[in-house]
């Protein structure tokens, strides 16, 4: 029998995939842990984009309340051949000098890049400065696109976030600016040096390259170290999650599933919500026993 929404607090369930004002999301790392025990979950991962450094107060709110368990994550953007994709790093140690070192370059990186995209928003007839998108994030996040759709908006130049990304940052607008990215490859080795999982994150939204399909490109990560694919995603249709489990079993590949929350940026999108196109909850027994066991409490 289907599990419901309504019957998520009976099902000890997870959702490996959620984002905090550390990068993106509009829940601070306190209010995520409450929203997601709030929400049923048993099992959370806090993955941030580039960034782990909210793990440790989630992890201190869940300790608080009691009955939840986190999963250490981060998710890295990564460039290159065979092409860009995210990588989630599950179960990762989030106080490793190696890792959050390599973090600290890709947020230079990406500040670099904020500044590029104000001077050609600029150039677009959408004026906005770093100090204004600022403005839109809360205190000591990672700006990123969401933010500048976010003053986009409140400036008028668009009438939805949506038609920010259409017009100006999506990857195939006018103004999008590439930014520096570490490889898939070193993405995953990056992982794995920190005792972490690596995951492909939602492959169902990946753009493939005309000569290219889903399982060349899966396959092609595979050869460079990935162990996993988020193979149970809330966007992702029931066609597409069969898909990705049986290329997951083809490759021996584990699989992983979670909601990509992100509170008000991504309307409609909640937490442990993550099959059936993000209307039911995730049972934690679908997933490895060798990634519950990266939960601590």
């Given amino acids: 029998m289907p599990i419901r929404p309504a019957d998520a607090r009976n099902v000890v369930s997870a959702d490996f995939h959620a984002h905090t004002t550390a990068s993106d999301g509009t829940a601070t790392p306190e209010e995520l842990a409450r929203t997601a025990t709030d929400a049923g979950l048993s099992y959370l991962a806090v993955t941030d984009h580039d960034t782990a450094k909210a793990v440790g107060a989630v992890i201190a709110e869940a300790r608080r309340i009691g009955t939840m368990k986190i999963v250490p994550g981060v998710e890295i953007s990564a460039r290159g051949k065979p092409g860009s994709c995210h990588l989630l790093g599950l179960g990762v140690d989030y106080l490793a000098p190696s890792l959050n070192d390599t973090l600290a370059e890709l947020l230079a990186a990406r500040n670099e890049r904020n500044e590029l995209l104000a001077e050609r928003l600029t150039r677009l007839c959408a004026p906005v400065t770093v100090a204004e998108v ?61 005792g972490g999982l690596s995951f492909l994150a939602h492959p169902g939204l990946l753009t493939l390259s005309r000569h290219e399909t889903m399982e060349t490109r899966i396959k092609e990560y595979k050869e460079t170290g990935l162990v996993g694919i988020e193979a149970y995603y809330s966007r992702h249709t029931p066609a597409q999650t069969e ?10 590949l584990l699989v992983t599933g979670g909601s990509d929350y992100h509170g008000a940026n991504r309307p409609g999108t909640y937490l442990n919500r993550v099959l059936n196109e993000g209307t039911e909850p995730l049972p934690a027994g679908l997933l490895p026993e060798i990634l519950l066991e990266r939960a601590v409490i």
Avoid at 166 to 192: M, Q, T, V
Avoid at 243 to 252: I, S, T
């Fill in 134 to 194: 600022r403005g839109y994030a809360p205190i000591g996040s990672n700006l990123g696109r969401p933010h500048f759709a976010q003053t986009l908006l409140a400036k008028g130049y668009v009438l939805s976030l949506q038609e920010a990304f259409d017009r100006y940052l999506g990857d195939n607008a006018a103004g999008f600016i590439p930014k520096e990215d570490l490889s898939p490859a070193d993405s995953i080795a990056l992982i794995h040096s920190v």
């Fill in 243 to 252: 898909m990705f489990l049986r290329l997951a079993q083809k490759y021996g």
